[in-house]
């Protein structure tokens, strides 16, 4: 099928599971294939809580058994840890098989143990504090850094980390680093390294659509991925930036399709919603939403993630795993089947956007 924006979906059958893929190719340089489910590697890094080597390639290695072809990282993620066991796995495989993305915007940088970053967050991970950085110098010392960390031949995508309100406290706070970006040429450093052919494509990746919005407005963005902003819980950036996206052939990654882990666990005592404590009128929401899936037999967790996929724009949801257990729940939501009812019964009972493409 060919969407309006030139994303090809189809079925990629030497996957062991079967995972669908999409196809993206906006800049006509050979494009990317994304598989529907790609690999969020925040867990990787030991995210509040460690794990340790064997667990994490034992995730990594089901989740390739399973078909899993896109990967994205960050030096945020484990302040490096993310990466360097992306280093490992990685190697050996063919370079075409795979699809890679890493972030800038951040320096990980040696520190004393107590100005380590990510106290609290972050377990068992390199005493490294983290410098943001959105000028020239500081996207192409990040990428190399990245480069060395990962120890691939090829970084497919590369995008800007965390321009966003959220990560920097304010809307002020995050206009100026957006503004430092534009000014400081990072988003020059980034075109350059997209030119020459150093890499396939360039985006943001941020935890608000407005932002992202900003971005593709300013400059020529190839692919964003946005976390937890297009959901059944939310379908705010339908306003005006997915219509952006549409236009001008920009692709779509879904990163935090559960809302933090509410749309996965369902709105049990002391659910998370965007990485806080689940607000009592998100609870009533959650549990209305699976009251519907349940009469349609189907599991919330499988609705949650493949619904952002209804959306033309998208190529690949990303949700983390930091367990086999947990990437086996992930293949089994990218191949469930959803009858179209359930996304009429949704709308109808004022629980999905009438807007929403299903």
Partial sequence: MQSKIGIVISQQTEFEMGLRTRH?????????????????????????????????????????????????????????????????FLRGKPRDSYVLSS??????????????AGIGKWFDVPQRRENFDYTY?????????????????????????????????????????????????????MVALRDQGVIKAIGGGVNEWEVCQVLAERGDFDLFL????????????????????????IGIITGGPYNSGILATGAKPGSFYNYDTAPQDIIQRVNAIEEVCKGHGVRMVDAAFQFPLLHPAHVSVIPGGQGVNEMVGNLQAAKADIPKSLWVDLKAKGLMREDAPT
């Avoid at 990594?60 to 896109?70: F, I, K, N, Q, T």
């Avoid at 972030?103 to 380590?116: D, F, N, Q, S, T």
């Avoid at 800007?160 to 450093?189: Q, T």
């Fill in 24 to 88: 993206w190719d906006r800049l006509e340089n050979g494009g990317l294939t994304f598989t529907e489910l790609g690999f969020g590697t925040a867990p990787l890094g030991n995210l509040y809580k460690a794990i340790s080597d064997y667990e994490a390639r034992a995730t990594l290695d089901a989740s390739w058994e399973g078909g899993v072809r896109y990967f994205d990282t960050a030096p945020l993620y484990g302040l490096g840890l993310s990466e360097t066991r992306l280093n490992s």
């Fill in 103 to 116: 972030k800038v915007g951040r320096l990980i940088e040696y520190c004393a143990p107590e100005h380590r």
């Fill in 137 to 189: 110098d500081g996207v192409m010392r990040s990428f190399e850094h990245s480069f060395s960390r990962l120890g691939v031949d090829r970084i497919d995508i590369l995008y800007v980390h965390d321009l966003c309100a959220f990560s920097h406290g304010s809307k002020a706070a995050s206009d100026m680093r957006v503004e430092e970006f534009f000014g400081g040429r990072g988003y020059d450093a």
């Fill in 226 to 249: 946005l976390a937890g902003r297009y959901t059944l819980l939310e379908q705010k950036a339908l306003d005006s930036f997915l219509p952006l996206c549409e236009a001008r052939g």
